[in-house]
RNA sequence: AAAGCAGGGCGCCUUAUCGUUUCAUUUUAUGAAAAGGAAAGUCCGGACACCAAAGAGUAGCAUAGCGGAUAACAUCCGUCCAGCGUAAGUUGAGGACAAGUGCAACAGAAAGCAAGUACAGUUAGGCUGUAGUGAAACCAGGUAAACUCUAUGCGGUGCAAUGUCAAGUAUAUUGAAAUUUUAGAGUUACUCGCUCUAUUUCAAAGGGUAGGCAGAUAGAACUAUAGAGUAAUUUAUAGUCUAGAUAAAUGAUAAGGAUUUCAAUUUUUUGAAAUACAGAAUCCGGCUUAUAGCCUUGCUUUUAUU
RNA sequence: CGGGGUGUAGCGUAGCCCGGUUAUCGCGCCACGUUUGGGACGUGGAGGCCGCAGGUUCGAAUCCUGCCACCCCGA
């Protein structure tokens, strides 16, 4: 059943990275991995979740203004991975926290994110 | 018809597939609901919560023709006056300088303790009028978005308030000195009062979370009809349930349509581009600012026709 | 969510409380002098919508109101 949900592309509140301190500490000890465009922190730690990655994603302030600009922007990167996050999950074992930081000076498009975001995946691999 | 003035409304739509949040049923699927006119700026006014360290006075701040509406307001409505406009309209912190104090560049004899130019009228003294400077000139001068005075209002802090559950741990301990009934500390911008302690002062050492739930979505609510009132608004009846997230929910892809602009074609087609401002965070009433394009009501002026 | 502060020449600042002729000072810039040439020095000069828009006033950088940008603080 497990299997059943992880493989289904679905994005729920149990796969958030939600938790204040988690997110301290992935700030301050995460590794990072940059594209052009975009920057993924990640972090190794055992959380208590059924899911392999809890996953956040970020837009600064100083980047985009505007309250809607960042939102349509995370909501973006929140759907391309949830459409691509099989290729994570196909290559891992161990239990990761990620986040995602948009750090491009203008609005990128659906596909352009896509396409970052599977640049990344890529090294992420080559790295573990 | 053209130009203009004032007001109201809408804020791209439909379908399919894959997803997000909440609620309900039942059980892991189905159904329902899911951003705005400004959700924004945080500029005012409330609701609500806590604080006797919350009381009283002063200070401070705000408002300012008159009357009304309202839970309340700096908002709204009516009306008077003044400025602008041919007009429809529009703008106005619009009380008091006959309580006191201050200020007034340049020009001017003189800008407030006073002093006094030229000309004209009349018999002299004197009085009256005119001229010239300036924003303002013996007149109870001007100026209060100068101090101030008058009237009215305002306790403070804010949902990160507050309550509760779980975890953890402190209302303490040690040493030294001083005083016996007035002494110290704390509190608000200040004063009085108030609170704490029989002890007070000094020194040493030690301790901490920010997770869950409630608050938190049915309300000064919305819609329709009828009545009262010039109007703002209000009363009655009937109906409706209309976001509740918390690193923060509404998206992505595809197809079709709608509107506008431009180009071609020449009279209805084709192609391209655009579809604004902008995202709820305790909740309401306003104000201010941003806004592609479209619809609509009333009125004014000018010209033409009947 | 709440509170506070600052915008003046390319840069850093004074003036704002209490309105008044052409807006202050330093560094930098330009020209001339000095020097064989440069630096330093001396003399002269340019450069400002006083963040933006309204209002009060005879007159506003200054007073009042509304916006904009930047910075700081508080659980």
Known sequence: MLTFV???STLGKEEKLKHRKLIEQLFKKGLRINSNG???IYLKIEHEGDFPIKVGFSVPKRIMKLAVDRN???RRMRETYRKNKHLFYDNISEQYIFMFVYKAKDELTYLEIEELILKIQSKFLKKT
């Open 72 to 74: 349509r922007l995370k």
């Open 38 to 40: 975009m920057q993924l």
């Open 6 to 8: 992880l493989m289904r």
